[in-house]
């Protein structure tokens, strides 16, 4: 089994759109988050370690970690006072890509999104400095958002590992052999319609992300600000070219980042006047509050 090494040479390679956002976190922050970035990527590439079942192995790295203080994640965890708990719930859901992934609904695409993606806010808001409690829904919210992007930018790709994170009763009469194949028209209209509705309920995800960046320190608050800007731009992207479905990732170039970011800034200076009010979408989850 791969050993975890703190690579934070991760972070630029694979999450690019916050290794970019993260040039406006202050030092300490900005470390503290791609070491939180290298942990959650050890535990992904855990799980695509092969084509087997690595849902044992992923259970038994976990165990060694909670029975060995002087574990370099068990420290990092103790040192930022991160409960264990959410870093399980983040595996748990590694654990449902072991298995042919057929999502059944709404509320299991959303329980699947918390466990790989917002569980990360939860673990990040230590870091930004976050303190208030009521800013952990907000966290939850943007992390679910930001899955909910990447559901709706990688079907083909999931389709082709024998993943649909589509909800079954949103499917239709659409098959995985559809989503396979973008070339096939017949399908193609219907495939559009839940790309949309995906990245509609990502926006809904988002305002909530937003409503709570007034927890965040200032001095934290604008990297975080331009990463969730920055990734929903794939999502809009995606609307611009009206949710045509192709074999083709969309992705936000560097330029592009900046164009957001530029044009992001007045909602940045008004955010409490814009983005004042939390609206529930879910229920909450077992760990939210620990």
Known sequence: ????????????????????????????????????????????????????????????????????????????????????????????????????????????LVNYSYQVAGTVGLMM???ILVTERDAKKHAIDLGIAMQLTNIARDIFEDANMNRIYIPKDWLGDIKITDLQNPSNTSKKIEIEKVIKKILDLAELYYLNGLSGMKYIPIRTRLGIFFAAKIYREIGQKIKRNHYKYATDRTFVSNLNKAIVAFKSFPEFLLLKYIHKSYRPLRKKFKNEDI
């Open 1 to 108: 089994m791969k050993k975890y090494t703190n690579d934070i040479l991760s972070l630029k390679k694979h999450g690019k759109s916050f290794y970019w956002a993260s040039y406006f976190l202050p030092n300490r922050s900005k470390s503290a988050a791609a070491e939180l970035y290298s942990i959650c990527r050890y535990f992904d590439d855990l799980a695509d370690n092969s084509f087997d079942d690595q849902s044992e192995n992923l259970v038994n790295e976990l165990n060694i970690i909670r029975n060995k203080n002087n574990h370099p994640i068990n420290q990092f965890f103790n040192n930022h006072n991160i409960s264990l708990d959410i870093l399980e719930d983040l595996i748990q859901g590694l654990i449902k890509d072991q298995k042919e992934v057929r999502i059944k609904n709404q509320t299991e």
């Open 125 to 127: 808001s230590p870091l």
